[in-house]
């Protein structure tokens, strides 16, 4: 089963950054968060991940809380085409993604 | 990061008839996966393909309904067999060297049953 819980939709206006929230509070000390997207009718693509310490990179950013029971995805600058189904997963075993239900961002004009 | 190319991209196929889905990446690679997506939903884990041996099945998923090969580090097959309509979904692969340097997945095969 997903140890995740994310809202299952959110807006974000172009050009304005969207947080998107996970929480994960039964993570264990060595699991990583990962966060992929799935833009409409093609296959999930890597974003970020973290274990511990806040992470960026050219796509995102990963702010992840000291007790690590929650974290959020930072989109800076969202675009039109930033719009998604954005998924928080944290990995169960053997290298293993499970995916729970994600957040739908809209961005809108 | 390795580039897949999965086929075919889409079927539709009679009940009672089984569908092989091939998995082609453009280098060797440590972890292949095979993911279901039914419509309107989230990605389900079918089963982890292991180079050379058997596949490792998910609860709910058994190997004479999705039987899976992977006869090298580059390729793999999931056969979708004796297909009823609920198997319409899409399916895809997912690969990598492991999940700390994220996994690539493959466009999907779009799967009808009538």
């Known amino acids: 089963d997903a140890k995740t819980t994310q809202p299952p939709s959110m807006d974000c206006a172009e050009g304005r950054a969207a947080n998107l929230p996970c929480n994960h509070s039964?993570?264990?000390?060595?699991?990583?968060v990962y966060w992929y997207r799935q833009i409409h009718s093609q296959g999930p693509q890597y974003i970020i991940h973290?274990?511990?310490n806040n992470e960026t990179n050219e796509m995102a950013s990963l702010i992840i809380t000291e007790d690590r029971k929650s974290s959020t995805l930072i989109l800076p600058h969202a675009t039109l085409r930033d719009t998604a189904v954005y998924y928080c997963?944290?990995?169960?075993?053997?290298?293993?993604?499970?995916f729970g239900t994600g957040t739908r961002l809209q961005v809108f004009p | 990061s390795a580039v897949i190319s999965q086929k075919p991209s889409r079927d539709i196929c009679q009940r009672g008839t089984s569908l092989t889905i091939q998995c082609q990446v453009d280098s060797q690679v440590t972890m292949m996966f095979w993911y279901r997506q039914q419509p309107g939903q989230s990605l389900t884990l079918i089963a982890t393909?292991?180079?050379?041996?058997?596949?490792?099945?998910e609860s709910g998923f058994v190997i004479d309904k999705f039987p899976i090969s992977r006869p090298n580090l580059t390729f793999s097959t999931l056969t979708v067999s004796n297909m009823s309509p609920e198997d319409s979904s899409i399916y895809l692969c997912?690969?990598?060297?492991?999940?700390?340097?994220?996994?690539?997945f493959g466009s999907g095969t779009r799967l009808t049953v009538v």
């Open positions: 973290g274990l511990k």
């Open positions: 393909a292991n180079q050379g041996s058997e596949a490792t099945y």
């Open positions: 997963i944290v990995r169960v075993d053997a290298d293993k993604l499970i």
């Open positions: 039964t993570i264990s000390g060595n699991e990583y």
């Open positions: 997912s690969v990598g060297r492991a999940a700390n340097y994220g996994y690539t």
